[in-house]
């Protein structure tokens, strides 16, 4: 199994920057790509960006695309996603997840993902 720690999450204003880190530990030798996803109150769970972890090929949603940046620090097992130009929509618990079976593309949804981290909530003010 994979364990996954979020930080970085918090209280900023609109138009400002955070950035999030995910930590991943146990059997981080099978990752083959990482992953951010958000959910909002009454809203279901949605992709953001991912990055698989040999090439590093990133994809994004089209809401973030230009404003957020997902990387990965493999020596750490850790990947980021720096967030700019923040919108109140962004307002969410931001949740980092794993895959571990090979895929021949970057996944995007939620069932590519085999282990999730606890979330860390980002609320944009406007």
């Known amino acids: 199994q994979v364990q996954l720690v979020e930080s970085g999450g918090g209280l900023v204003q609109a138009g400002g920057s955070l950035r999030l880190s995910c930590a991943a530990s146990g059997r981080t030798f099978s990752i083959i790509a990482m992953g951010w996803f958000r959910q909002a109150p009454g809203k279901e769970r949605e992709f953001v960006a991912a990055?698989?972890?040999?090439?590093?090929?990133?994809l994004y949603a089209g809401s973030v695309q230009g404003r957020f940046t997902i990387s990965r620090y493999s020596a750490k097992n850790t990947v980021y996603l720096q967030m700019n130009s923040l919108k109140s929509e962004d307002t969410a618990a931001y949740y980092c997840?794993?895959?571990?079976?090979?895929?021949?593309?970057?996944?995007?949804?939620?069932?590519?993902?085999?282990?999730w981290g606890q979330g860390t909530p980002v609320t944009v003010s406007s």
């Open positions: 990055i698989t972890w040999s090439g590093g090929n990133t």
């Open positions: 997840a794993t895959r571990s079976r090979p895929l021949g593309i970057v996944p995007t949804t939620r069932y590519d993902f085999d282990y």
